[in-house]
């Protein structure tokens, strides 16, 4: 095998021609990079369910609510921690050995636009970073304080997230899902599929429940309003 096509597949990425020479292999494993990911996750989960089943300024909240508080705690870690780390560094994450750089190559196996900073990846988490990351917590704070405006941000956020997430499946879908080994159960399914599906289900009940939520006072003041009625001649 000539040099030049050695050096063009000497990384785990797909398409297999595809060239990354400052790409340098992780040196922690896998099931490392996932235990921390869920680890962290699942500890916000917790503190989350927790703080939100004290008694708040609007009373206790449901259990479906604080279910939904604990989804934005989370999606405020992944979107500012993990995604604002891709805005900041997605230069040089092939070759960097920082923790943070390390997931991002173990997770460009199930998507290598990460690995060679394509231009939409690199547009859309950092608009995310930026964005849904500090809006996700200001809903929890807002929901904790009873803000009158708390449906209208889960509404905005879920809506961007929504949106995100289509462009982020069908522009890969128009490449011919050339960026991932297409069916490998780990790569193409659970870390392609799975963990950004939820990026589609999730906020798609949300926003149903903004709607219903924000429908239903907008009929209430519509009812409290005074009737017109025409002026007798």
């Known amino acids: ?8 597949i000497s990384h785990p990425f797909w398409p297999r021609d595809l060239s990354i020479p400052n790409y340098v292999e992780n040196d922690r494993s896998m099931l490392e990079i996932v235990t921390f990911l869920f680890s962290v996750s699942g500890l916000l989960l917790l503190v989350a369910w ?3 089943g004290q008694k708040v300024a609007g009373g206790r909240l449901s259990g479906w609510r604080r279910l939904a508080l604990c989804w934005f705690t989370v999606c405020g870690f992944i979107h ?7 805005a900041l ?16 190559k173990e997770y460009s196996k199930g998507d290598s636009r990460y690995v060679i900073a394509d231009n939409f990846t690199v547009c859309m988490e950092t608009v995310t970073a930026c ?6 917590l200001w809903i929890v704070v807002a929901f904790l304080f009873n803000r009158p405006y708390r449906f209208v941000l889960q509404l905005i956020v879920s809506l961007g997230q ?3 997430a289509v462009l982020y499946f069908y522009t ?3 490449d011919g899902y050339i960026h991932s080994e297409y069916g490998h159960p780990i790569y193409f399914w659970f870390y392609f599929i799975f963990m950004n599906v939820l990026w589609i289900v999730i906020p798609f009940v949300l926003i149903l429940d903004s ?6 006072t907008q009929a209430l003041s519509d009812k409290s309003l005074p009737k017109y009625k025409p002026k007798s001649k």
Do not use: N
Not at 1 to 8: F, Q, R
Not at 131 to 136: E, I, M, N
């Open 50 to 52: 927790a703080l939100t």
């Open 211 to 216: 709607w219903c939520q924000l429908s239903s």
């Open 1 to 8: 095998m000539p040099k030049a096509a050695a050096e063009a």
């Open 172 to 174: 890969e879908h128009r």
């Open 89 to 104: 560094y997605y230069t040089i994450i092939p070759g960097d050995q920082s923790f943070l750089s390390q997931l991002w």
């Open 162 to 164: 929504l949106y995100g």
């Open 80 to 86: 500012g921690v993990i995604e604002g780390w891709f």
């Open 131 to 136: 964005l849904w990351g500090p809006f996700s």
